[in-house]
């Protein structure tokens, strides 16, 4: 009786599996094609096993990835491109090769060869092998994805041919930063740039021009005696990344469509390069200029650490430039002497601006005496972050102060990590503390003030 119900159950099994084995194979090849093509080829492949029918049916992917470490290194990557049969267009190409790669140069440069001829959308490589030129005449690349140093020695500026081009990634080395200028000239329709510098040990002028791009990420770790100089011109900018503590910053022309900002000027930064930064005066003030041109931008993330916030304030004519879009603002004070009489002034031309956050660093010093409330501190922020207290009277008078001027505030959001070597002394700071800030009285009556420590966490509102 036991063994028949097994071997019910058993057949119930097999009928299930058939099933579900007619369903997927009664599909129509153009579909299994697209399914095979989300797997890696190496996976894709090995449904050639399946059955008579799926024996091929691998070799009809529009996406292939391809990396060396899954493969033995007698794999031929142009073989295998080779078996495709690309039933419309070769959509994706994805190259990953690590050091160890077998790879020759003539399978590297023939494989290419056939990826570009079939009308590739995007190419994806990480490796540090140099590329076949036929990468940078494939008319046919909407995305280009260079994760890796670009070494140019067989590219020349009159051969590059990407007018379909509309997101691009480049890791450059000093020898390959020449080329730029040729890329934009090539790329009419490019929307989206990220330019990634490494180990730069020459001073470079990198005009950036672009009358459709919309996205531009930079990124570069460099020594900080190279001051580099970046001038963009791109007048239809929506967003702007920037991580770099060395370079120069110009807008040619300031772009009046920019919504977010992200520029961060501590990164990569070690303390020894505080001294050279300091001799160069111009540093700031173009960089804080810089920052002045993005007048239109609705979001600005600002981390800065070399006094940017004194070049911020014009120095001349006492007029505070107005940043009328700007809503939201997030920044970082750090080894800035009386960074809140600098910040809060900056803030008087910022009217509409809904919610702050400002990260401490090194406790900047407070000078209560020079407060001035902000017009939008009183009538518009609903939103304040202060990150990085230690738990000090200065910031409960800043505490008091903000609660005091923020009429239509919603929600104060303090984060206190007190230093103390004992445990016992910084659990009883922290709750002093916390204790001492929802005693303080506040002009917006409905307003939050939540305090997070690394032992209390706690609301005004559920005390």
Same mark, same amino acid.
């Given at each position: 009786?036991?063994? $028949?119900?097994?071997?019910?159950?058993?057949?119930?099994?097999?009928?299930?599996?058939?099933?579900?084995? $007619?369903?997927?194979?009664?599909?129509?090849?153009?579909?299994?094609?697209?399914?095979?093509?989300?797997?890696?080829?190496?996976?894709?492949?090995?449904?050639?096993? &399946?059955?008579?029918?799926?024996?091929?049916?691998?070799?009809?992917?529009?996406?292939?990835?391809?990396?060396?470490?899954?493969?033995?290194?007698?794999?031929?990557?142009?073989?295998?491109?080779?078996?495709?049969? #690309?039933?419309?267009?070769?959509?994706? /190409?994805?190259?990953?090769?690590?050091?160890?790669?077998?790879?020759?140069?003539?399978?590297?440069?023939?494989?290419?060869?056939?990826?570009?001829? =079939?009308?590739?959308?995007?190419?994806?490589?990480?490796?540090?092998?140099?590329?076949?030129?036929?990468? @940078?005449?494939?008319?046919?690349?909407?995305?280009?994805?260079? !994760?890796?140093?670009?070494?140019?020695?067989?590219?020349?500026?009159?051969?590059?041919?990407?007018?379909?081009?509309?997101?691009?990634?480049?890791?450059?080395?000093?020898?390959?930063?020449?080329?730029?200028?040729?890329? /934009?000239?090539?790329?009419?329709?490019?929307?989206?740039?990220?330019?990634? @510098?490494?180990?730069?040990? +020459?001073? %470079?002028?990198?005009?950036?021009?672009?009358?459709?791009?919309?996205?531009?990420?930079?990124? +570069?770790?460099?020594?900080?005696?190279?001051?580099?100089?970046?001038?963009?011109?791109?007048?239809?900018?929506?967003?702007?990344?920037?991580?770099?503590?060395?370079?120069? #910053?110009?807008?040619?022309?300031?772009?009046?469509?920019?919504?977010?900002?992200?520029?961060?000027?501590?990164?990569?930064? %070690?303390?020894?390069? $505080?001294?050279?930064?300091?001799?160069?005066?111009? #540093?700031?003030?173009?960089?804080?200029?810089?920052?002045? !041109?993005?007048?239109?931008?609705?979001?600005? %993330?600002?981390?800065?650490?070399? +006094?940017?916030?004194?070049? &911020?304030?014009? *120095?001349?004519?006492?007029?505070? *430039?107005?940043?009328?879009?700007?809503?939201?603002?997030?920044?970082?004070?750090?080894?800035?002497?009386?960074?809140?009489?600098?910040?809060?002034?900056?803030? +008087?031309?910022?009217?509409?601006?809904?919610?702050?956050?400002?990260?401490? !660093?090194?406790?900047?010093?407070?000078?209560?005496?020079?407060?001035?409330?902000?017009?939008?501190?009183?009538?518009?922020?609903?939103?304040?972050?202060?990150?990085?207290?230690?738990?000090?009277?200065?910031?409960?008078?800043?505490?008091?102060?903000?609660?005091?001027?923020?009429?239509?505030?919603?929600?104060?959001?303090?984060?206190?990590?007190?230093?103390?070597? %004992?445990?016992?002394?910084?659990?009883?700071?922290?709750?002093?503390?916390?204790?001492?800030?929802?005693?303080?009285?506040?002009?917006?009556?409905?307003?939050?003030?939540?305090?997070?420590? =690394?032992?209390?966490?706690?609301?005004?509102?559920?005390?």
């Amino acid at each position: 009786m036991e063994e $028949d119900h097994n071997n019910h159950n058993n057949n119930s099994r097999r009928l299930e599996e058939k099933d579900e084995e $007619d369903r997927l194979s009664s599909l129509p090849d153009v579909i299994i094609n697209d399914i095979l093509s989300l797997l890696p080829i190496k996976s894709a492949a090995a449904t050639s096993v &399946l059955s008579h029918r799926w024996r091929h049916l691998w070799t009809g992917v529009t996406r292939f990835e391809f990396e060396s470490r899954t493969w033995p290194e007698s794999a031929s990557l142009f073989r295998i491109l080779c078996r495709l049969t #690309y039933r419309d267009k070769l959509r994706t /190409f994805t190259l990953i090769l690590d050091d160890s790669s077998a790879i020759s140069w003539g399978d590297l440069k023939r494989s290419f060869s056939v990826v570009c001829r =079939q009308n590739v959308e995007e190419i994806k490589v990480i490796s540090n092998t140099p590329l076949p030129r036929c990468v @940078f005449k494939c008319e046919s690349l909407v995305v280009l994805d260079l !994760g890796s140093v670009l070494h140019c020695r067989l590219l020349k500026a009159d051969k590059i041919r990407l007018p379909n081009l509309n997101k691009l990634r480049l890791c450059l080395p000093d020898e390959s930063v020449p080329v730029i200028p040729a890329v /934009f000239i090539s790329s009419p329709l490019l929307q989206d740039l990220c330019l990634e @510098f490494h180990s730069l040990k +020459q001073k %470079h002028v990198v005009n950036i021009s672009s009358p459709n791009l919309k996205s531009l990420d930079i990124v +570069q770790m460099v020594c900080p005696h190279q001051h580099s100089a970046f001038l963009i011109n791109t007048p239809n900018l929506t967003n702007i990344k920037i991580r770099d503590s060395s370079s120069f #910053y110009v807008f040619v022309q300031n772009p009046a469509q920019l919504l977010t900002a992200y520029i961060d000027f501590m990164y990569g930064k %070690h303390e020894s390069w $505080d001294e050279d930064l300091m001799s160069a005066a111009d #540093y700031f003030d173009e960089n804080a200029k810089f920052v002045q !041109g993005m007048s239109s931008a609705r979001k600005l %993330h600002l981390q800065s650490d070399i +006094q940017i916030f004194a070049h &911020l304030n014009p *120095p001349e004519n006492g007029m505070i *430039p107005t940043l009328h879009n700007l809503t939201y603002f997030k920044t970082t004070l750090v080894n800035v002497f009386n960074g809140w009489d600098a910040l809060l002034f900056y803030l +008087q031309g910022v009217p509409n601006l809904n919610d702050l956050e400002v990260s401490l !660093g090194h406790n900047p010093a407070m000078d209560h005496q020079y407060w001035c409330a902000p017009d939008c501190l009183v009538s518009k922020v609903k939103t304040i972050t202060v990150r990085a207290f230690e738990g000090n009277d200065d910031e409960l008078k800043l505490l008091e102060y903000i609660l005091k001027n923020a009429f239509v505030l919603e929600e104060l959001r303090i984060h206190v990590r007190i230093k103390d070597d %004992h445990i016992e002394a910084r659990q009883g700071k922290e709750y002093k503390f916390c204790e001492a800030m929802f005693k303080l009285p506040r002009s917006s009556l409905t307003s939050e003030v939540v305090f997070s420590g =690394q032992y209390i966490n706690a609301s005004s509102n559920s005390l």
